[in-house]
């Protein structure tokens, strides 16, 4: 008798962890939309937030070469979307501009749901990101990446890709 191969998936920055921490940044913007590049950035300033100065306590501890993690997170950030998407937490919009995401009315509830002290902390800087951040354009959004290469690590510069037209 042959046993199935079990398929491991990490819990930690994998789709689910990513999709939760993005459903509570989408959850404090609804209506608005975001691409997936502005989310990428958005999450890794809700871990990181930090990095920012007077931002809260980061979520994860600061690790080096920490600003790579925009790039690996990708994938694993559009997998946790088309996971909440098949479950109604997620609507994806096209635009002129490209692809957005928006949270939806089950979102808040959703999320409602979930007690525990990390989804507290993600919820708390999901408000502080999407409220010191969101206002900004994608230029000046950029900018602030930009600017602070030296100190989120200089593998910033190797991520111009971030910003590049994302097709899905």
Known sequence: MRIAEERFIDPFNGPVEIGLRTLAILNDAFPNEYSLQRLVVFDY???HSDDIPEGPIGLHPKTPHRS????VRRKSLRQG?????????????????????????HTGAFLDTLGSAYVIGLRDRAEWVVST???MSD???DLL?????GEWGAEFELESVLWLEETV
């Not at 909440?84 to 995401?101: A, D, E, N």
């Not at 990446?145 to 290469?149: A, G, K, S, W």
């Open 133 to 135: 951040f969101g206002p």
């Open 45 to 47: 300033l809700l871990v």
């Open 139 to 141: 230029s000046e959004l």
């Open 145 to 149: 990446v930009q600017e602070n290469l």
């Open 81 to 105: 979307l088309y996971l909440l998407m098949s479950r109604g937490l997620v609507q994806q919009r096209y635009q002129p501009k490209g692809v957005f995401f928006a949270g939806t009315d």
């Open 68 to 71: 790579g993690e925009l790039l």
